[in-house]
């Protein structure tokens, strides 16, 4: 069993910050990449940033240069620092992690998904 979570978010003005965090557990035998997605009503799930194993990252256009994606070395734990966040940044924030669980066995687990709001 694979458990992710997240947390961090909330109600936050344009221009304002916030810190996502997402701690993965269980039985993860070797992880791939942790990555954000995010969901907006009556939109679909987009890949917001990803972080590999080997510390690669990758960023959706939207959000280059506003939002950092982090990880913490050893441990299946990834940060998503946003700045600048705006009214279109509005969404459930999803944490992914992309991990084996055997030698052989791998899949994409999900947490429950954590609500920003970017309002004034």
């Known amino acids: 069993q694979v458990q992710v979570a997240e947390s961090g978010g909330g109600l936050v003005q344009p221009g304002g910050s916030l810190s996502l965090s997402c701690v993965a557990s269980?039985?993860?035998?070797?992880?791939?990449?942790m990555a954000w997605y995010r969901q907006a009503p009556g939109k679909e799930r987009e890949l917001v940033a990803r972080?590999?194993?080997?510390?690669?990252?990758e960023y959706v256009d939207s959000v280059k240069g506003r939002f950092t994606i982090s990880r913490l070395n050893g441990a299946n734990t990834v940060y998503l620092q946003m700045n600048n966040l705006k009214p279109e940044d509005t969404a459930a924030y999803y944490c992914?992690?992309?991990?084996?669980?055997?030698?052989?066995?791998?899949?994409?687990?999900w947490g429950q998904g954590t609500q920003v709001t970017i309002s004034s």
């Open positions: 992914n992690l992309r991990a084996y669980v055997t030698a052989f066995e791998w899949g994409d687990y």
């Open positions: 269980g039985s993860i035998f070797r992880a791939v990449a």
């Open positions: 972080v590999t194993a080997g510390g690669s990252t």
